[in-house]
């Protein structure tokens, strides 16, 4: 296991200042274990979570982390306020760090139960939402939002809504930069076609200069994030932190000072041993190994690693053998690159 002490240290940097992304299908327990591997100071999110599932369904499953990925968030889709505050019990109890209310998923499953992006027409409701949860709750109680929504698009209704959640108490704002359609795009398009608008945040930032903004949106690189953190007060980076994790191998270094230095295949043989422990634990292998796949992106080699584990980590029989296996055949390759190479 892993030492996380580092980043429970007093320091003056925003505890918001780089966090991955709230990502479904894929920032689950194990991801998310691994992203901390790569950063000790990252802010983790969950999955997007329901009140309806996390109150009726499998609890233990939803509020699953490993200690080592403190400081992490559980993100709730709701807008029942006596759901939320029950989850925000819930999630307290369990040992979050944070409860953060999703109010920019465009997708029409969630919409149907005013979940997500659809709340952005309803700020006072949201604000009770939020204004009850940090009643009920003594962790941070955020939101996440887009800057707006089909008609409801204009810089000056994207004020009124924060102004208030503002007036209801809450103190950190998660923006994507985009505007959400809700009808006529797919959740993709909706994260890819809107154009980012990047000022409207730098001016919620000045107008509401006391509370904490995190941009999020189109954000793939840690030169991109220092340029956006000087107008705000944190980054959120979503696929590509899962698509291309060793970026985030320098976030401690470049975003928080504090060095982190690991090799890929330090990282890699550090996920192997909790794969194990997971592993005998009775967790399949393809649950785990499926977001390692891109760790050696763009590297000699890194295609051939990610087949390998494709192929054989998703058999039944499958050990984190598998994973080992692979990243031995990766160092050979490399150990013959560099010696073919002048």
Known sequence: MINTAKAHSVRAESPW???TAPMMDWSDAHCRYFWRLLSQHARLYTEMVTTGALIHGDRQRFLHFNQEEHPVALQLGGSNIAELIECAKIAEGAGFDEVNLNCGCPSDRVQ??????????????????????????????TVKHRIGIDELDSEAY????????????????????????LNGLS????????????????????AFSDRTFVMNGGINTLAQSQEQLAHVDGVMMGREAYHNPFVMSEVDSQLFNSANARTREEILQAFIDYSWHQYEAGTRLHHMS???????????????????????????????????????????HASKQQAIEP
């Open 17 to 19: 200042r780089f966090c």
């Open 112 to 141: 149907n139960n005013k979940i997500g992006a659809c709340l952005m027409a309803e700020p006072k409701l949201v604000a009770e939402c939020l204004s009850g949860m940090q009643n009920a709750v003594s962790i941070p109680v």
């Open 158 to 181: 994207l004020h009124e809504f924060v102004a208030e959640l503002t007036s209801a108490g809450c103190q950190v704002f998660i923006v994507h930069a985009r505007k959400a359609w």
């Open 187 to 206: 959740p993709k398009e909706n994260r890819e076609i809107p154009p980012l608008h990047y000022d409207y945040v730098h001016r919620l930032k000045q």
């Open 290 to 332: 499926r977001h390692i796949l891109g760790i050696f992106a763009g590297q000699h080699g890194g295609k051939l690693f990610r087949r390998f584990i494709s192929e054989n980590a998703c058999k039944k029989e499958a050990t984190p053998d598998v994973l080992q296996s692979a990243l031995d055949q990766m160092m050979a």
